[in-house]
């Protein structure tokens, strides 16, 4: 049978290029879980996905009801469930006051983390019940949240402290909307909630992985300095920032190539994984 793949934030950038690239091989049938339903439908239309590789389905990751929603609504569709792609993310770097999810969360945080957290806490279930050779559920993480790179150590840096504002709900209102309780910073917010991403995934699979068999990945897809996730930014930032990682810092990707790249961690036998990794010296947590 064809393999079945949701993938988050699939209307646009990575989540599009992967959702399409998984599509033309033929051996997969992507849940393209998405806010806004037209868009996605446009999307993959205009992306040439062929419709019986597709399935789009309402998921707002702003909102705990939604996902918990989403959930009963995959479950409805009697599909089975090998792969999840946690892909969706929104970058808020010049905001200089929190926005909030429905539940009051800082959105980044509340987006980026706490919704795929809820809804990977959720599909863990499903993914246990699938009899695919190789189940995985793999997090978008980011450079920008590792300190050991240079790009992470451009301020403000990652830093989740003691967790006190997460604790105290995360609202920015009687509490700080900060994971760290400090003032709020919306590209931190952003790196910090990748931080959480990656420490999800590395925690799972130390939970669950030898229970259930599940791969649990995180991984860094290049700059794809074109994409919708900069649409907050500056126009000035905008206008340079592809040029300057196309030529500069030479870390550019295309969206077409790092939709390739993570069509191949969705797919990749664990055996050709590992060659792939042994050659390469990839940095990624598996
Ligand atoms: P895009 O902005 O193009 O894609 C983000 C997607 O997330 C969109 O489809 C968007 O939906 C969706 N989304 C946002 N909020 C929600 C929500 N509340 N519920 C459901 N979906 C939502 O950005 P990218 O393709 O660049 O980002 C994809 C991933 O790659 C992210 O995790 C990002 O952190 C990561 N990444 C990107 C890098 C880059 O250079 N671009 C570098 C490193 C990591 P809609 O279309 O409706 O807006």
């Not at 339903?37 to 999307?43: C, D, S, V, W, Y």
């Not at 892909?87 to 959105?107: C, I, K, W």
């Not at 980026?112 to 699938?130: A, I, Q, T, V």
């Amino acid at each position: 049978r064809k393999g079945s793949v949701i993938i988050t934030g699939a209307s646009s950038g990575l989540g599009l290029a992967t959702a399409k690239a998984l599509a033309e091989t033929g051996k997969w049938h992507v849940i393209m879980a998405c806010r806004d339903f037209l868009k996605a439908e446009r999307a993959a239309k205009s992306s040439g996905i062929s419709k019986e590789n597709y399935t789009v389905m309402h998921l707002d990751l702003a909102s705990l009801d939604s996902v918990r929603q989403f959930v009963d609504n995959f479950r409805q569709s009697g599909r089975p469930l090998d792969v999840l792609v946690c892909n969706a993310a929104v970058y808020l770097p010049t905001a200089s006051e929190p926005t909030h999810t429905a539940d009051g969360f800082e959105l980044s945080v509340g987006t980026n983390h706490l919704g795929h957290f809820l809804l990977s806490r959720l599909l863990l279930e499903d993914l246990n019940k699938s009899d695919y050779p190789s189940k995985r559920l793999i997090i978008v993480g980011s450079i920008t949240g590792n300190t050991n790179t240079l790009a992470g150590n451009v301020p403000p840096k990652a830093n989740l402290g003691d967790l006190r504002g997460l604790a105290g709900g995360l609202n920015g209102l009687n509490t700080s909307a900060m994971i760290d309780g400090g003032s709020f910073d919306g590209a931190k917010a952003y790196k910090d909630s990748k931080v959480c991403n990656m420490l999800t995934m590395q925690e799972f699979h130390r939970r669950y992985h030898e229970e259930t068999g599940i791969t649990f990945a995180s991984l860094y897809p290049g700059c794809i300095a074109t994409t919708g996730l900069f649409r907050e930014h500056i126009p000035l930032f905008r206008l340079l920032f592809p040029p300057f990682q196309k030529f500069i810092t030479k870390g550019f990707v295309s969206e077409d190539e790092s939709g390739k790249r993570l069509a191949q961690v969705v797919e990749i036998t664990n055996k050709r994984l590992w060659r792939w990794l042994y050659t390469k010296k990839v940095g990624m947590s598996v």
